[in-house]
């Protein structure tokens, strides 16, 4: 029973995130997915080892980023949640390193990713950055149950682009599983995950943040954007949303969070919220300190 309630867990994720989805394509910090998930061009925080490891150059002190998530409580007879961590380190002309840690957890399985991120500025407002990743799940399966209980060690490579350009516009691109690594127990299975590309575009002005961004995945089109407005030097309000281009695929989803910032720290909430599924929201919580 409790095996037919997980197979149902990872069938609602699938469908979230449509072929062959990779749980960890959902755990990422609460500012970014307050923004929609269209990060690929503001990656000004360490979220971006995650999504786009170029804009980590834009940071130039060290800094931390912890994230919790609780996932879709609607779905009963699992607990579904995630956790976060994200450290930056700038080396000046050496570049920016990057060491990020991503767990996706459910009662019986879960799956976790090791990230190294190096990004360097290539010349003018032009940066490059990429990632070296380690993945493995885990499912603890009843006894008799068939299949693999675990995936092993698998290494992933992503690269991202970034541009500061002269009018207050910046352009981010990311690929991700440029190798496409076979997450499955028996490389023969198959199982491998697809090619992300990610491109973007952000405009601030006057306190204001404003992000779209598009991605292709196998084929299926997301098109996701965001806002974020500052009151101030410590309160924030993010809005953002998003959408699958392609007819039946995937859900449209809208997201909203807030941030506060006191000292060298900064809180942040975000919640996103599908709109064609009956299973709840996802609720986020963020904690980063600037040394």
């Given at each position: ?49 995650f ?11 060290a ?12 779905i ?7 956790g ?5 380190l ?65 290494v ?19 690929v ?29 002005r ?8 598009l ?8 098109l ?62 963020s904690f980063?300190?600037?040394?």
């Amino acid at each position: 029973m409790r095996y037919s309630v997980l197979i149902g867990v990872l069938v609602v994720l699938a469908w979230l995130v449509p072929v062959q989805a990779d749980e960890l394509d959902l755990c990422v910090g609460a500012r970014p997915v307050s923004l929609g998930g269209s990060f690929v061009a503001v990656a000004d925080d360490p979220n971006a080892i995650f999504l786009n490891p170029a804009g980590l150059v834009q940071m130039d002190r060290a800094e931390i980023t912890v994230m919790g998530a609780r996932l879709f409580p609607g779905i009963e007879g699992d607990k579904l949640g995630m956790g976060l961590v994200g450290f930056v380190l700038p080396s000046g002309g050496l570049g920016t390193l990057g060491l990020g840690v991503q767990m996706f957890m459910a009662d019986r399985f879960n799956k976790n990713a090791f990230t190294l991120s190096y990004a360097r500025h290539l010349m003018g407002g032009l940066s490059l950055g990429v990632n070296l990743k380690g993945m493995m799940w885990k499912a603890d399966l009843e006894p008799g149950d068939p299949g693999p209980t675990s995936s092993g060690l698998k290494v992933g490579l992503d690269f991202g682009l970034f541009w500061r350009t002269p009018w207050k516009v910046r352009v981010g691109a990311f690929v991700r599983n440029v190798n496409q690594p076979s997450i499955a127990n028996n490389t023969s299975l198959g199982g491998k995950l697809p090619m992300e590309i990610r491109v973007g575009l952000a405009y601030e002005r006057l306190g204001m943040l404003v992000t779209a961004e598009l991605s292709s995945k196998d084929g299926v089109m997301d098109l996701s954007g965001g806002v974020e407005q500052r009151f101030g030097e410590n309160f924030c309000v993010y809005l953002g949303g998003g959408q699958y281009l392609e007819k039946d695929k995937g859900s449209a989803k809208i997201n909203a969070g807030v941030g506060y910032t006191f000292w060298n720290m900064h809180l942040e909430y975000g919640y996103m919220y599908l709109l064609d599924l009956p299973v709840g929201g996802a609720h986020r919580i963020s904690f980063g300190y600037r040394f």
